[in-house]
């Protein structure tokens, strides 16, 4: 088996890695709903980007209706 000739410290690897972190995501203002959303993004609250509804969010009382009707039918 091959031998390390030269190990290098664990201050010099870990100088090494610092440089592998992740960066949060940069998160706006929806101008819609207020909430924070990812920039460039639809927003998941409300479905709205650039002024427009690109994407209809169901709320809380549609799901539940829709739960209820799927398991009457099944």
Known sequence: ???????????????????????????????????????????PYCGYYGGTQVKRIETVEERKARREKKEKKG
Not at 7 to 12: D, E, F, I, N
Not at 26 to 35: F, M
């Open 1 to 43: 088996m091959p031998k390390v000739k030269h190990r290098h410290s664990k201050t010099r690897g870990r100088k090494r890695r610092t440089h592998y972190k992740t960066e949060a995501p940069s998160l706006s203002k929806c101008p819609q709903c207020g909430k924070a959303r990812k920039a460039h993004h639809v927003c």
